[in-house]
């Protein structure tokens, strides 16, 4: 019995990696490409995120630049899109002002790719970090993609084994760090005499001892 494919699994999925300025183009579960791109340059930075080609244009200037050529632009968020470039030189670096440059032989394998396989059976996936290894299947990559987007998602998935339980002892503290005690100061008392009637006496003295206080420091 033959049984159809999945609806939720794209026949094509591109894989950019920013990190890497390089594309991964897997067709029905297999790697078939990878190739150098330039991304956005700083200031034109590249949106991250999984997408859907929106608008395939097999001959397109831009209109914001100059009317700097784009052929076979796939569009898949707003004005941004992947197209050949004149730059090739720059290809495997940041050079753009957003889009996702190839060279013009790479840029119509795959506007021809999408084309004949329909928009609706592709994704974009732009990450900032690696490409999936060659060996790994590009719809595990995008649901670990998923997984790192829902932390509860990756936390229930999480086995006895991934969770580490760590019991802290008092031996195990880390000792506190001495504290500096400074030597104190002798503090030499000049001797007070009483001298007139009892009022005076007490007046006087707690002038003095007020005056001990100033010259040493002292808070009461």
Known sequence: MAFAPSAARADIVITISKAQQRVAVAVDGAERYRWPVSTGRRGYDTPVGKFRPVRLEKSWYSRKYDWAPMPHSIFFYRGYA????????NLGRRASHGCVRLSKENAATLFAIVRA?????ARIVVVNGPLPKIQ??????IAALDQEADPAA????????????????????????????QKARPIRVEKFTSVGSEAEVLRGREAWLRSLDRKYGIVR
Request: glycine share 4%; aromatic share 0%; proline share 9%.
């Open 82 to 89: 992947m197209h050949g470039t004149t730059e090739e030189r």
């Open 136 to 141: 790994d299947s590009p719809d595990a990559h």
């Open 154 to 181: 990756a936390l229930a998935k999480a086995t006895d084994d991934d969770i580490i339980q760590v019991t802290v002892t008092p031996d195990a503290l880390p000792l506190a760090r001495p504290a500096v005690v």
């Open 117 to 121: 396989r329909g928009s609706a059976n």
